[in-house]
């Protein structure tokens, strides 16, 4: 009995990391965006973020993307930071991620923009 409790908390524990990871993060992210499910992206996005894409489609300033396809090309983490780039089927875009409690989560820095 105990040995079938460790391995499954083993696999759990596997999948939860596997989960957490910056590459699934921004595909998470960006593949919500792209559907238009704001309050779904704001979950894998700093607090920062989320203001920034309630403003943004406050204003309708964001478009749906049906025909998106999340096609990552390189990840690099540094500490707490993390960049994903991906293709989206037209162009290479790259994502930066910070980690925060332990979690990653997509920041876009409105200073860059």
Not at 80 to 88: Q, Y
Request: aromatic share 12%; net charge neutral.
């Amino acid at each position: 009995m105990k040995r079938y409790f460790f391995i499954c908390f083993l696999a759990g524990y596997f999948l939860y990391s596997c989960s957490s990871s910056p590459t699934n993060v921004a595909k998470e992210f960006t593949e919500s965006m792209a559907k238009g499910k704001i309050n779904e992206a704001k979950k894998h996005a700093t607090e920062a973020t989320g203001n920034m894409l309630d403003f943004a489609s406050g204003l309708g300033g964001l478009s749906v993307q049906p025909d998106f396809k999340f096609e990552k090309i390189r990840d690099s983490v540094a500490g707490n930071r993390a960049w994903v780039t991906f293709m989206d089927g037209k162009k290479e875009e790259t994502v930066e991620l910070v980690k925060i409690d332990g979690t990653w989560l997509v920041h876009i820095d409105p200073n860059a923009m």
